[in-house]
Every structure is written in C-alpha cells, then in structure tokens.
C-alpha cells in the first residue's frame, strides 16, 4: 500500500492518495504529481518445513460460504447478474432496469434493432424504455427534424409508454409531453432509481448515478440488443473512491469539485472504472449538484459514477416514483482501487481553459483573459439550482452584463421555474426578472441548445471563432460549433461573474 500527497493550484489546497494494486493515474505531458515509492527486491524464500505441522482434525464450516466486501457498483452488477459475488474484471449478462435514447442516437439504436430482431419484432418492455427528443430540436435542419419523426413513428408501433414528443417547434409550450434534456428529464420525472440499472445512448447518462444507482452511456449496437432483450454484457469495473470532506465555501459549486478532481486524474484517469463519491461535502450537497457531480465522470474516462443514496435522495423521490427501489451501499471492508480524499475548505474556483476538461486553472488565474459570451445551459449547468446560484451572482453585484449572456433551462420545468421561483434575497423577485434586469438574452426552449454544436442555426451557437465561459462540460476544439472557438469550463457562479466583468472572473469578487 503507497501514500501520496498532491498539490494542486492552491498550495494550501491538500489532496492524500491511497493506492490499492495498482496505480489509476495516467501519466500525462507533464509530470507526475504522485511520488511512488520503489518496489525493493524481493528476498530469498526459504523452506522451513517440508511437511505442515500436524494440527487438531478441523470440522467443515457450517456459516456456508465466506464472501468478499463489494463496493456498491459491484453490488449493482451482482444484483442485475443473479449473482452472489463479483468481481472486477468479471463479464456478467446484466438485466437492464431503464433504457433511454433520444433523437441523435435513437433512430440509429432502432435501426439495428429491426435488423437483427426483425421488423415487426417487438421491445423486451415498452415500460422500461424511455426515449426523449433534446438534441437538435429548435432547427430547420431536415434531417435533424427527422430523426424525431423516426422516434415517434417507433414509439406508435411500439406502444412505448415513456416518449416526450414534440410536434410544434415554434412554441414548446404547445407540446404538453416535451420535456427537454434527457439527463435532467429522467431525474425530474422518475426514471431515476437507487440500486437499479440505467443505460442510455449517451455518455452522460452517468448523471443518474447521484441517486446511487448504475448508469452509463452505450453505443447503438448496444442498445439496439438492449430493445430487444433488455440484457447487455457488461465487465464489473474497480472502483476509485473520492471524499471529500469539509464546509463548501459559499464561493464553490459541484462543478468546481468535479473540474478538480478531473483535473488531478486527467481526462483518462478513471478510464473504464466507476467513481464513488463520499465525505461530508458530498452528504451536503443537493440532489442537483450532485448530479452535476456525477455528470462529469465521463470526461474523467469513468464508467459510472455514483453517490450513496441517502435521506436527500429519498426526499427528492418522494414525490417522483411509485415503483419500490431497494439502495445498496459499499461494504465497509471493500477494496476500492485507488481512494482520494480532499479538503474542500481550501478550494478555490476554477475554470477548464481550451481545449480539454482536465485543463484546469484557478479562476482568478485568468482574469486577463477577455471574454465574448456567457452561455449557461446543458445537463451540467442548466437546472434550475444553476440558474438560481447564476441569479444570486447578479444580485449581488447590481451591475449588467458585458457581454453577450445566452440562457438555456434544462427543461420545462427548469423553464417554469425560472418565470415563478423567487430567489432567495432578492425580495420575491423570479430568476427571469433579474436576469433581465441584468440584460442577458431571454431564455430560450429548453433543449441541449448548442452545448454539442449542433446545426448552424442552433441558438447561441458559435459560428465564429469566439471565446466563450459554459457552464457546459466539454470544450474539445468544435464542441460548441466553431472549432477556432475557445470554451473555458466554469461553475454558474463564475461563469456570472464573467459576464458581468467580460473576463474569466473568480466569482469572490461579488460573493464576499
């Protein structure tokens, strides 16, 4: 077992690492940060007994047969496996609780489907699927436009229970089904289930993990199996265990702990494994800021991601499901790859500058850097919790913005909340009041908007080559459109104090 400390931005800012087997950091173009010790060379085995010592005769077991500590993803497998024990490493045939698609990948999933079940086959459970139209909606784009007729005409054939059409482009509003991002959609309406499996033909569908359940992304051929079977071969993945502990400075939000922790591991850093979060900051945080949280493994390399669930998980499904769920939680003796712990009293804001999520940086780092627009949206940064740390921000200050501020609400109800939920302090007045009053753009439908770019007439697209704050989740040369674009990475509250300053801002600057 090897121990190390890592210094990150902040030199007060102390991160210990714990090993277990082998080491889980990938090594990068700079050095790295963990010192490891040597291995010394083994000594001579000596024999000292050519026969054992003869002992008292030893009667069977009779408490049947001894298991190994499981962390809580291993648990999950086995459970969906049929199995007693798993392993890492271990190939099971997993029965998949919820499967979601929507317009990019869906029509894709659903052609495999017909060819290798047939056309007139029909899905394992029209119940357990759930498809969701969010990507490239609001466009005059034909072939984006279609790919939602495809899901709808799918969804009549199949009688499928769970589809949150939209019909009327021009006003959202008139379609009383359509939701808007999935990832948000599937917690708001309650597909999320602790202990259950969720897959989904997206990569952050890992944000379901905040309610301590398996969820991950697959690819079409996966899910096209996944219709018609409602199994999937899956590997059990090790575990790396974050805690993270200590008072959240009122300064911080979850995007900065995850923007931290994928700054320390890189992008490639829990490649095909799953992330566990736990620690008293973890327990305090909300159901949404946990998801955001979890929403970011992926661009850690992780297979899941996954928060116990606790009584803030039960609260928020109060009122969500009426389906029984059963939790489950790591053993206290179990083996976890490799265990991070941090002290969340000593982080400060950060940023993920161009053009990769682990490029991280300290906000007030880059107060030099000018800025051309704000964009606050996604299943990342565009809940309603989002908004309302955004809100606070501006209130604070009493100032407009700089520069160009688009807004994109997750969904509906997101949207509705930002038209009737008073902010806190702000004497009863609505997001959607201060946001004007601030001068940012109306809030637009709710959608992914141009999070992954999308079609040129996208809103808020980056069509030039501009630099951009996002409370989006990746900033890859092109991800938002223009691939001379520049997206700096940021929590809602700095991604605020940039708007109203028309510079990467460390949001202190009006919070304290």
């Known amino acids: 077992m090897a121990s190390s400390v890592i ?50 005769e030893r009667m069977p077991a009779t408490t049947g047969s001894v298991k190994t500590a499981m962390t809580l993803t291993e648990k999950i497998f086995a459970r969906a496996s049929e199995k007693p024990q798993l392993s890492p490493g271990d190939n099971v045939w997993v029965n998949v609780d919820t499967l979601m698609t929507h317009d990019i990948s869906g029509p894709g999933s659903i052609g495999i ?21 969010d990507h490239y ?52 309406e309650g597909h999320c289930r602790p202990g259950e499996v969720l897959l989904g033909t997206d990569s952050h569908t890992c944000t379901a993990g905040a309610f301590g359940q398996f969820a991950t992304g697959i690819g079409n051929t996966d899910a096209g199996f996944v219709l018609g079977t409602g199994k999937l071969l899956l590997k059990v993945p090790p575990t790396l265990k974050f805690i993270m502990d200590g008072e959240m400075p009122d300064y911080l939000l ?47 390399g992780g297979k899941n991601g996954v928060v116990p669930a606790d009584s803030t998980t039960f609260k928020y499904l109060e009122d969500k499901t009426t389906i029984p769920y059963e939790p489950v939680y790591s053993d206290a003796q179990a083996r976890f790859l490799t265990e991070y712990r941090f002290d969340i009293t000593k982080l400060e804001p950060l940023v ?92 637009a439908s709710p959608t992914c908007g141009a ?28 991800r938002m459109g223009h691939k001379e674009g520049q997206v700096y990475l940021a929590s809602p509250y700095t991604a605020a104090a940039s708007a109203l300053t028309g510079s990467v801002t460390d949001p202190r600057e009006f919070l304290q």
């Open 352 to 443: 993920a500058k161009p053009h990769s999520p682990d490029n991280r940086a300290l906000a007030r780092e880059c107060k030099d850097v000018k800025i051309d627009r704000v964009y606050i949206g996604s299943c990342t940064g565009g809940k309603t919790e989002d908004f309302m740390a955004v809100a606070k921000v501006f209130l604070a200050s009493g100032k407009k913005v700089k520069v160009p501020t688009f807004l994109v609400p997750a969904t509906r109800k997101v949207w509705m909340d930002l038209y009737t939920l008073p902010v806190p302090g702000s004497g009863g007045k609505t997001c959607s009041q201060i946001f004007e009053e601030a001068g940012c753009d109306t809030p």
């Open 137 to 188: 909606i609001f466009t005059a784009d034909k072939l984006a436009n279609r790919n939602v007729d495809i899901l709808r005409d799918f969804c009549n054939d199949q009688n499928i229970k769970y589809f949150y059409d939209i019909k009327d482009l021009g006003n959202f509003k008139a379609n009383p089904d359509y939701k808007g991002v999935c990832h948000v959609a599937l917690a708001q």
């Open 451 to 478: 999070c992954m770019g999308g079609p040129r007439d996208t809103y808020a697209r980056m069509n030039k080559a501009v630099v951009c704050v996002s409370t989006t989740n990746r900033n890859f040369p092109g």
């Open 7 to 56: 210094s990150p931005p902040s030199a007060s800012f102390i991160v210990k690492k714990k090993e277990l087997g082998g080491s889980a950091f990938s090594s990068s173009s700079s050095p790295s940060p963990f010192s490891v010790p040597k291995c010394n060379k083994s000594a001579a085995k000596k024999i000292v007994s050519a026969m054992a010592p003869q002992q008292a």
């Open 113 to 133: 489907f017909k060819r290798e079940f047939g056309p007139d086959a029909k899905v394992w459970d029209r119940e357990k699927v759930v498809i969701i139209p």
């Open 254 to 300: 979850a995007k900065d702990l995850i923007l931290q922790i994928i700054g320390e591991i890189s992008v490639a850093g829990a490649t095909y494994k799953s992330m566990e979060f736990a620690g008293t900051t973890v327990e305090s945080l909300t159901m949404e800021e946990r998801m955001t949280l979890c929403n970011m493994v992926i661009e850690a």
